[in-house]
């Protein structure tokens, strides 16, 4: 009962003293809306990078070389690079490319799609989880014999063909002064993550089609980079060690100039930078926290004097000191509380326009909004104790003849 009392007259008070009270509380809610938004923030982004490589998994690795002088052949891998390493590896690889692109036009009579067409090796699921709505993925065989197959996405089917089924239609694509023509073999829907389609941005209008790469390379062919993927049976750390070696043997070039980045390195590059993030956020956040109960205990110690009168009144109608230390506490404890309540909703909100516009899910952890707001009823009793003592232990008679 003696709580609900005291919970009253802390409301009482706070309602008397409005804004002074919310200046109070304001340091608080920066600080804990700092927290929200930041640790939400964080597991936001660390469930979009993973549903980006849900389907690639983290065997992704690329392979490029780097010198210190001009790039030369040595810096270059050529097709028959891609087929010893492909060969001599056998089934530690999943899957390899020089990951070939060219840009250029979609046509059929005079409808045209300004189009990417990126060339897939064997296995082409692997690198490229594509939704087939219509037709079906090129496969191995395709790939080995050049076939002219190309998959298109829906919209651009419908661009080119308008509501006919476009599987089976021959198409132009013309790049780099040749011309290709191809049979659709499938149509895909686009999937592309929340990351993709905001790093792309709304203005790219370009089609992606896809084509076996041996379509759009020849045995003259080299390039600065080749994607691969690792199978199972081997670690990923592993297969990187015996890579680098293998290719610097390769090429006749020294270990160091073989970089390999793969996606388990880029994804802890992520968490690494998301966890020094929040640690300098926190750092911030505890600042704020620290000023917001410094503003706490300051107003609670203009409150005792204020009140001093009321304070020698209670002990005088039998209030004992742990009735005034209570009731100083659980005032306090309501200010930080209400201030962290105010913060965690402002976070969250801060979280929530900022998926709104950038179009990714936002995630918001219960766990972490009930630690906030109880963190902040925390700070609130702890800064609040001295003013509370000092309002307990004051004598009932100088209390009484204060003006």
């Known amino acids: 009962m003696l709580i609900f009392e005291n919970i009253k007259l802390a409301l009482s008070s706070i309602r008397a003293n409005k804004m002074r009270s919310f200046l109070t509380m304001l340091g608080m809610i920066i600080g804990i809306s700092a927290v929200i938004a930041i640790v939400s923030m964080g597991d936001t982004m660390r469930g979009v990078f993973a549903d980006e490589y849900k389907y690639v998994g983290t065997n992704l690795a690329s392979v490029y070389l780097a010198s210190d002088d001009a790039y030369g052949d040595s810096y270059l891998f050529s097709a028959d690079d891609i087929k010893q390493i492909k060969s001599d590896f056998g089934s530690k690889i999943a899957y390899i490319s020089s990951s070939p692109s060219e840009r250029g036009k979609l046509t059929t009579g005079k409808k045209i799609a300004d189009a990417y067409v990126d060339g897939l090796a064997e296995n082409p699921s692997l690198y490229e989880n594509l939704k087939m709505v219509y037709g079906k993925m090129f496969n191995n065989m395709d790939i080995k014999n050049k076939r002219p197959y190309i998959i298109i996405e829906d919209k651009t089917a419908k661009t080119l063909f308008g509501t006919e089924n476009a599987v089976g239609k021959t198409l132009r694509f013309s790049a780099n002064d040749q011309i290709y023509e191809l049979t659709v073999s499938g149509i895909y829907q686009n999937n592309d993550s929340a990351l993709k389609k905001l790093l792309s941005g709304s203005g790219n209008k370009r089609a992606q089609a896809y084509v076996p790469e041996t379509l759009i390379t020849s045995e003259g062919d080299s390039c600065w980079m080749i994607s691969v993927i690792n199978s199972d049976e081997i670690s990923q750390n592993d297969f990187s060690a015996k890579l680098t070696k293998y290719i610097a043997k390769l090429k006749g070039i020294k270990e160091e100039n073989v970089i390999i980045s793969s996606v388990a390195d880029e994804m802890g590059m992520i968490d690494s930078l998301m966890s020094k993030l929040s640690l300098i956020v926190g750092a911030i956040a505890a600042i704020s926290l620290l000023v917001g109960g410094i503003g706490i205990m300051n107003i609670m110690l203009v409150s005792v004097t204020e009140r001093t009168r009321e304070i020698g009144i209670r002990k005088a109608l039998g209030a004992r000191t742990e ?35 950038t179009g990714l899910g936002i995630v918001v952890k219960m766990p972490v909004v009930a630690v906030s707001v109880g963190f902040s009823a925390v700070v609130g009793i702890f800064f609040g104790l001295y003013p509370a003592l000092k309002a307990a232990k004051a004598d009932p008679i100088t209390a009484l003849r204060y003006e």
């Open 323 to 357: 009735d005034i230390l209570l009731q100083f506490l659980v005032e306090s404890a309501i200010i930080s509380a209400a201030g962290g309540i105010i913060g965690t909703a402002l976070g969250i909100g801060v979280v929530a326009i900022g998926g709104a516009i």
